[in-house]
């Protein structure tokens, strides 16, 4: 192996670079630095404001609770404007410059796939909240929710069992992988125990106009309507569908966007008695989540919806990572301490959180409707 | 045979919609030779307004309607004012005013985006009722019906300010020549003012009627209807008010057809090949245009 073989190898650059940068030795002052290249304007920023409130939050606990005894962290929060370029600047800098410990973010698939190569050729780990399954891109890559594929399974399982779909026509989000992931997960689940695919229509992020389509899916002989994109699109084409004529038998299924107040809010009376699948539901019983709803509505005025929960989730996974990561804190440590994280409680799921070897967590997921106008399980 | 007359009248409403979109923008072109490309955001305040005068004004429809005109015709003539005209007035090249208006649209997207936090409104549910007509086996909801009125009326005050009055006159002789205009005593920067504020106030009823039928106002909703406007008036023909008539209802009609008949996937890619094809065969568009000269540079 030449010496510059040995230093791309990207354990050993990080090595290197730990070494350089003096990152975090027992000594430097006990102060860790993660950065989060967050979507705080621009088109990802309905998720990216909640994400970085949740982790503001979780932040705020952690230092009232004083879990870390003498260990500083200092959260650097960045605005990637949405776009994958500034995202991938954004990650060099933390990972270069700033010699972050571990990054969170950024916010959406499209920024992730764009600038999480940079984090695996430094060898720095980040646990992002894109929902797309980003940990191909490699083994600093970790996954704050579980894959579009794995939550989608909870709702394929209960509608095979309860309601029996025949024929699916699926509309999903083409510009955007995670979405395409998770009908792709459902359809698959489908296809395999037999339910034809009637149709597959696909829009784009930026669409509002859905009345041609509208009126071929109130055209189509489908039992099942799977909508797979953003929160507002979805209860877009609800209305839309609807108004075309779509039949009140036809039932519709939707990805965990649609656990949200958005989807409530533009849809009104139009998305009753939707199903979908959730990480996260507002109305969990478990007493975190009743202290977490109760914190952040006290400081944002408005109730935490899923990209909140995700961003609280995110940070008390990298707090366990330190935890675990001992007294060494370098980047290699807490990589491991990313894959110790068993049993973490958490306010998603089933509120038990494990990472598996696949750098992704399971957590179980609820399955909900709407009913009455309000999110509820089904 | 019905959902193809169906698709037809979708294609017929949402074509409506878009030489709406386009007249406002072929309009400045036609006038001052230069593309306003912060004419999507002036039709996302209008959508603004008219939801702002909706829900915390509490207002009905058509004082919303009236409103995000006005508004917007105010913010457009605001962008005149502070893109467009230092520029005139310098004689800077046509490409410095491209320039500056994406500027201002990027200032007014941040503005809406701060104000908006992000969020996606709609017009409250009942703000129109939602009436459902038979007519011959096709379903034609009120709106629809609503939304072609409208841009037939608005075509038409455009068309008679254009046509039968001074101003129009007055307008049409800047379009063909400034300085024959100014000569004769016709104040260049009043006009341009003027074709600001119509254009703006088109923009604004296009806001609301797009607002009202998609469900959906949000501070990016000018983006796409920008790309889109921007091949109905090279369809049509750059400056030229037919065109952009035309232009809208092609577009409309060819993008439903391509997502009823063939796949959503294909239509984006079938419409920017058709103008890219009108672009080799006629360069002008497929009307002439109000001012027939095209011009890269101000001579």
């Given at each position: 192996m030449t010496i510059r073989a040995l230093f791309s190898s990207p354990r050993l650059a990080a090595a290197g670079l730990v070494l350089a940068g003096?990152?975090?030795?027992?000594?430097?002052?006990?102060?860790?630095?993660?950065?989060?290249?967050?979507?705080?304007?621009?088109q990802f920023a309905f998720a990216g404001v909640p994400n970085r409130n949740g982790m503001q939050i979780a932040l705020e606990q952690v230092q009232a609770s004083g879990e870390l005894g003498?260990?500083?962290?200092?959260?650097?929060?960045?605005?990637?404007?949405?776009?994958?370029?500034?995202?991938?600047?954004?990650?060099?800098?933390?990972?270069?410059?700033?010699?972050?410990?571990?990054?969170?973010?950024?916010?959406?698939?499209?920024?992730?796939?764009?600038?999480?190569?940079?984090?695996?050729?430094?060898?720095?780990?980040?646990?992002?909240?894109?929902?797309?399954?980003?940990?191909?891109v490699g083994d600093w890559i970790f996954k704050a929710t579980a894959t579009p594929v794995t939550i989608m399974q909870a709702l394929a399982q209960r509608a095979l069992a309860d309601l029996k779909p025949k024929k699916v026509a699926y509309v999903f989000n083409r510009d955007n992988d995670a979405y395409i992931a998770q009908k792709n997960g459902l359809r698959d689940a489908f296809v395999a125990a037999g339910v034809a695919t009637v149709a597959e229509e696909t829009i784009v992020g930026s669409d509002s106009d859905f009345t041609a389509l509208a009126?071929?899916?109130?055209?189509?002989?489908?039992?099942?309507?799977?909508?797979?994109?953003?929160?507002?699109?979805?209860?877009?084409?609800?209305?839309?569908?609807?108004?075309?004529?779509?039949?009140?038998?036809?039932?519709?299924?939707?990805?965990?966007?649609?656990?949200?107040?958005?989807?409530?809010?533009?849809?009104?009376?139009?998305?009753?008695?939707?199903?979908?699948?959730?990480?996260?539901?507002?109305?969990?019983?478990?007493?975190?989540?009743?202290?977490?709803?109760?914190?952040?509505?006290?400081?944002?005025?408005?109730p935490p919806d899923v990209f909140a929960a995700i961003g609280y989730t995110q940070f008390y996974e990298a707090v366990t990572a330190l935890k675990a990561a001992g007294a060494t804190l370098d980047r290699e440590a807490i990589r491991k301490g990313i894959f110790s994280i068993k049993d973490m409680p958490t306010i998603l799921g089933d509120g038990k959180l494990t990472i598996t070897e696949k750098r992704t967590p399971v957590y179980g997921g609820y399955v909900l409707t709407v009913k009455g106008g309000k999110l509820a399980l089904l | 045979m019905t959902l193809v007359f169906?698709?037809?009248?979708?294609?017929?409403?949402?074509?409506?919609?878009?030489a709406l979109f386009a007249l406002g923008f072929t309009l400045i072109f036609g006038v001052l030779?230069?593309?306003?490309?912060?004419?999507?955001?002036?039709?996302?305040?209008?959508?603004?307004?008219?939801?702002?005068?909706?829900?915390?004004?509490?207002?009905?429809l058509y004082v919303a309607f009236i409103a995000a005109m006005l508004a917007a015709g105010l913010i457009s003539v605001l962008v005149d004012l502070v893109a467009f005209r230092p520029l005139r007035a310098r004689g800077s090249p046509e490409f410095a005013a491209i320039i500056s208006s994406i500027g201002v649209a990027q200032i007014l997207m941040s503005l809406a985006?701060?104000?908006?936090?992000?969020?996606?409104?709609?017009?409250?549910?009942?703000?129109?009722?939602?009436?459902?007509?038979?007519?011959?086996?096709?379903?034609?909801?009120?709106?629809?019906?609503?939304?072609?009125?409208?841009?037939?009326?608005?075509?038409?005050?455009?068309?008679?300010?254009?046509f039968a009055t001074s101003f129009g006159r007055q307008i049409r002789a800047v379009a063909i020549s400034e300085r024959t205009a100014a000569l004769l005593g016709i104040s260049v920067s009043n006009i341009h003012g003027l074709t600001f504020f119509i254009s703006g106030a088109l923009a604004g009823a296009a806001g609301v009627i797009i607002g009202i039928a998609f469900n959906s106002v949000h501070f990016l909703m000018g983006e796409p209807y920008l790309l889109r406007g921007f091949v109905v008036i090279i369809l049509g023909g750059l400056g030229s008010i037919t065109g952009a008539l035309a232009?809208?209802?092609?577009?409309?009609?060819?993008?439903?057809?391509?997502?009823?008949?063939?796949?959503?996937?294909?239509?984006?890619?079938?419409?920017?090949?058709?103008?890219?094809?009108?672009?080799?065969?006629?360069?002008?568009g497929l009307f002439g245009a109000l001012h027939r000269q095209v011009r890269v540079v101000r001579q």
């Open positions: 003096g990152l975090a030795t027992p000594a430097a002052a006990q102060e860790v630095v993660i950065g989060v290249p967050a979507a705080l304007t621009g003498p260990l500083k962290l200092k959260v650097l929060f960045e605005d990637t404007g949405s776009d994958k370029n500034q995202a991938t600047t954004l990650i060099t800098r933390f990972s270069e410059y700033d010699k972050a410990a571990l990054i969170l973010g950024p916010t959406s698939s499209v920024e992730a796939f764009a600038a999480l190569p940079v984090a695996q050729k430094n060898g720095t780990p980040v646990i992002s909240g894109a929902s797309a399954d980003v940990t191909p009126t071929k899916l109130a055209s189509l002989d489908i039992d099942t309507l799977v909508i797979s994109t953003t929160a507002e699109l979805s209860a877009n084409i609800i209305i839309q569908a609807k108004q075309a004529g779509l039949s009140d038998k036809v039932r519709i299924l939707g990805t965990p966007s649609m656990a949200s107040a958005q989807f409530l809010k533009v849809g009104g009376a139009a998305v009753e008695g939707t199903i979908f699948v959730a990480d996260y539901f507002l109305g969990g019983e478990n007493a975190l989540n009743k202290a977490f709803v109760e914190a952040y509505t006290k400081k944002y005025n408005t | 169906q698709q037809i009248l979708n294609g017929f409403v949402v074509g409506g919609t878009y030779h230069v593309l306003n490309l912060a004419h999507g955001a002036v039709f996302m305040w209008g959508a603004f307004v008219g939801l702002f005068t909706v829900t915390s004004l509490g207002l009905p985006q701060i104000a908006s936090q992000t969020q996606v409104y709609r017009f409250p549910f009942g703000t129109f009722p939602i009436v459902f007509y038979n007519v011959l086996g096709l379903r034609i909801s009120l709106q629809q019906i609503v939304i072609v009125a409208s841009v037939v009326v608005l075509v038409a005050l455009l068309l008679g300010i254009l232009g809208g209802l092609i577009f409309g009609m060819v993008q439903t057809l391509s997502i009823a008949f063939l796949s959503s996937a294909l239509s984006d890619a079938i419409l920017f090949g058709m103008m890219f094809l009108i672009l080799l065969v006629r360069p002008s």
